[in-house]
């Protein structure tokens, strides 16, 4: 059964302070990873697709790293506007996508 | 603009009247889903469908059926909504497979009473 955890559950970094957000996965053959970011009450909105291992992709302050177990999204001095829940989320062979719990981001100024 | 539409956003009921929520995507995609969304548990599939008049179970499907007669519509249908069955849902499509960047309705909170 495909897994995918996502750690920490929570975190609450000042502004300009650099930190990454871990999504450790099982799958059987890695078709992608993605990672979205939710707004309150909003729908999850596309970031990154990774789809093999040492691959990166950039965005503004946000960076996404693959390894075959693990994916990182680094963010890079952070702004009040980065707060929100980030999720990643992998494909699996019968074609089901599995998500995580998401990580709570909390951007203070 | 491309868009991913859920009716109702919002929708309070109570336990065994049937409901439809439906979802409608106007970017011509073969994939689509339902996913609900709980505290604590993320979003979790419910159903989801490779192209018309194709559907398969998700995780939790219990409860839950979907139809897939046009590409652009795919409905979820409660037959006998429970309390258990209050959560966040939302629709997604993708242009073809699940290992394409899936486009999320906006939501639709239903409360179970």
């Known amino acids: 059964e495909d897994q995918v955890t996502q750690s920490p559950e929570a975190l609450r970094l000042q502004e300009g302070e650099s930190s990454s957000l871990n999504c450790s996965y099982t799958v059987s053959g890695l078709r992608g990873l993605f990672w979205y970011r939710q707004d309150p009450g909003k729908g999850p909105e596309f970031l990154f697709t990774l789809y093999s291992a040492g691959e990166e992709k950039e965005k503004e302050r946000l960076k996404a790293t693959l390894t075959k177990k693990e994916s990182f999204l680094h963010i890079t001095a952070p702004k009040p506007e980065d707060s929100a829940t980030y999720l990643c989320?992998?494909?699996?062979?019968?074609?089901?996508?599995?998500f995580g719990t998401g990580t709570r981001l909390t951007i203070i100024p | 603009e491309a868009q991913v539409t859920q009716n109702p956003r919002y929708l309070i009921t109570v336990t065994g009247k049937k409901l439809t929520v439906t979802c409608s995507q106007n970017?011509?995609?073969?994939?689509m889903s339902w996913y609900r969304q709980d505290p604590g548990l993320g979003l979790r599939q419910i159903y989801y469908s490779m192209n018309v008049e194709v559907t398969d179970k998700g995780d939790v499907p219990e409860g839950y059926k979907v139809s897939r007669k046009e590409k652009r519509n795919f409905p979820l249908i409660l037959e006998s909504p429970s309390p258990n069955q209050t959560s966040l849902y939302f629709c997604a499509s993708s242009s073809e497979y699940s290992n394409q960047p899936q486009h999320f309705g906006d939501g639709t909170r239903l409360s179970i009473l």
């Open positions: 989320a992998v494909p699996g062979g019968n074609e089901k996508l599995t």
């Open positions: 970017m011509n995609h073969e994939y």
